[in-house]
């Protein structure tokens, strides 16, 4: 095998950025371009991230977290609070809350959440207070390296684009209108300004359009929609009066789905998702503006909820949308992006730059395993929900294909909110752990056979744990301080802040 050295971009939204970001800066020797079209604009919406995120942007790619912070004004994400089930609410965050025993403790976290479950780490307590960082001994905010974004599309996308262009990625403005494929995948990209472009890798960064990977491959579908029925989004969102700047996402139960709140600087991002076989768009629409009077101009996104079977065939490797997509609940779509494009560059540099085989099979693997672990985790949530009784809900409890998580649910039926094999019925490097399983668990309130009483003194333990959290807490900066000191020309990153978290190296 030829080693590769030209590279194209089909696409210019945070998925083609991202990859030719990756596979330039990670391997200079290749000439990597990026063909987009601005008659096919992107899909501007995608603002939540998870803790990896940051992590791989600054920490990987080496992009500056001032400049970032001061052009991209990214807000933090603590997580996501729930208002689902049949509790208030329950908070999940990106640190172990429930899978983790307190040492003077006989039982891990989660017996002691059974009744009420107000949080088990400094980030939950932290959100539960409407407060984002603890503050340090120089009195500036205490960030971590635990936290996420939450980040406003089309600036995002913009800003990406110009350390593209630094990195050194050639950027063309055109339209793909026909592919040749041959034997070794697609050849040659025929464009409308009359050029044909060739190249030894094609990344296919289409979108939803996937007209590589997708279209020119013909490479099947997998279709989950026997776990996520919902198939459309409104979106919408109004400027910030005077709301608190939360820190974290909210994800609330509706009528036939799900709304998510996420805070920027100066909007408040919300959005329906549902599954149009239970609701009309109007009727969306209605329940939408009823919960949200504010709400300024909406747009309907269609989707569906699935993957390609392989996401490298031949010479074409599919991000983002184009290889996949499930619905935003988890805000799962960037970190797979950004996984999946050091999972290729690591691929071809262990290849001496070759593609092969077995490397494109063991990459294939990753990916799916990645996919099926996400559908089964957004399963659960749906499964379990019974905060509202409605014929959606109802379909939910009953019809829910949980698709791999049932050996998971009957070990906590079982042995209840305990952490001793839970890792060993998950398998392998699922994104979430046995941590993401158990807040959902616990937190939706799902009945199992252990029924543990604690004895007092063991309440006791637990809840003056849940009050010296509480107290730290309340002695903390709120998003808005936080970010007025980050922002500042004062505030200063340790050049290895992110670096030495990054599980891929520097
Ligand atoms: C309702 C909803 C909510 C979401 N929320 C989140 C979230 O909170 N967090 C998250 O991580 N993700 C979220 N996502 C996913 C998010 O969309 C993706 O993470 C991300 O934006 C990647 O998009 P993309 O780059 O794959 O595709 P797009 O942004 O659609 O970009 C496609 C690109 O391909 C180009 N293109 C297509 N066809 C051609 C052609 N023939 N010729 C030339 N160029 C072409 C277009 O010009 C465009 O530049 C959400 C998605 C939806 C639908």
Same mark, same amino acid.
């Given at each position: ?31 990597v ?13 995608g ?15 080496g992009?500056?977290p001032k ?9 933090y994400k603590?997580?996501?609070k ?5 509790? %208030? ?23 002691y959440?059974?009744?009420?479950f107000?949080?088990g780490?400094i ?13 340090? %001994? ?13 980040l ?6 913009e800003?990406l684009?110009?350390v593209?262009?630094?990195v ?12 040749s494929v041959?034997?070794e ?45 919902s ?7 109004w400027?910030?009066?005077d ?32 599954s149009?076989?239970?609701l009309?768009d109007?009727e ?7 919960k949200?009077p ?13 993957s390609?079977r ?11 949308n ?6 935003p609940?988890?805000?799962?779509s ?8 050091? !999972?290729?560059?690591?691929?071809l540099?262990d ?15 990753t ?6 672990a ?8 749906y !499964? ?30 079982e042995?209840g909110?305990?952490t001793?094999?839970?890792?060993l ?5 699922d994104?979430?752990g ?28 637990w ?5 010296s ?9 709120t ?13 200063l990153?340790?050049p290895?802040?992110y ?8």
């Open positions: 095998m030829q080693p590769v050295k030209k590279v194209v971009v089909l696409g210019g939204g945070s998925a083609g950025f991202l990859a030719a970001i990756t596979l330039k800066k990670r391997i200079p020797l290749f000439d371009s990026v063909i987009h079209s601005s008659k096919i604009p992107i899909i501007g919406v603002e939540g991230s998870t803790f990896t995120m940051p992590q791989y942007l600054h920490g990987y790619l992009v500056d400049a970032f912070h001061q052009i991209v004004k990214p807000t603590l997580g996501i729930f208002l689902w089930g049949p509790r %208030d609410h329950f908070i999940y965050t990106f640190n172990a809350q429930l899978d983790t025993r307190r040492q003077n403790l006989p039982k891990p976290n989660g017996y959440c059974a009744d009420e107000k949080f780490e980030n939950a307590a932290l959100m539960a207070q409407d407060r984002a960082f603890e503050k340090q %001994d120089d009195h500036g905010p205490r960030v971590n390296t635990d936290v996420a974004y939450h406003e599309n089309k600036p995002f996308v800003f684009e110009r593209a262009l630094e050194g990625v050639e950027i063309v403005d055109d339209t793909v209108k026909d592919v041959g034997e995948g697609v050849s040659a990209l025929h464009l409308e300004s009359g050029q044909s472009v060739s190249a030894d890798l094609f990344i296919d960064c289409s979108g939803f359009r996937s007209e590589l990977l997708g279209k020119a491959l013909e490479e099947p579908y997998i279709d989950f929609s026997s776990s996520l029925f198939d459309r989004a409104i979106a919408g969102g400027t910030r009066e709301e608190p700047l939360k820190p974290y996402t909210t994800a609330e139960t509706m009528d036939a789905g799900w709304a998510w709140q996420i805070e920027h600087d100066h909007l408040i991002n919300r959005g329906y998702v549902y149009s076989a239970f009309s109007d969306a629409e209605a329940e939408f503006r009823k949200n504010k709400v300024e101009d909406t747009r309907v996104i269609k989707f569906g909820s699935g390609y392989r996401s490298w065939v031949k010479n074409v490797v599919a991000l983002g184009a290889s996949g997509f499930v619905e609940l988890e805000a799962t960037l970190a797979i992006i950004c996984e999946h494009s050091a !999972k290729l560059v690591q691929t540099a290849n001496d730059l070759s593609i092969h085989p077995s490397g494109r099979k063991y990459y294939n693997q990916v799916r395993t990645n996919w099926d996400i559908r089964r985790f957004l399963a659960l949530h !499964k379990y929900n019974t905060r509202y009784d409605t014929p959606y809900w109802q379909a939910c409890w009953n019809d829910t294909d949980l698709a791999g998580a049932e050996e998971l649910v009957e070990y906590y039926t042995s909110p305990g001793m094999w839970a890792h019925a998950m398998g392998a490097n994104p979430f046995w941590e993401g399983y158990l807040v959902m668990l616990v937190g939706q309130q799902v009945a199992n056979q252990r029924n543990y009483q604690p004895a007092e003194q063991e309440t006791k333990e809840q003056a744990y849940v009050d959290l509480e107290k730290r807490a309340s002695n903390s900066f998003m808005r301080e936080a970010l007025d000191i980050i922002r500042s020309d004062q505030w990153w340790r290895d802040f670096s030495n978290a990054s599980p891929w190296g520097r």
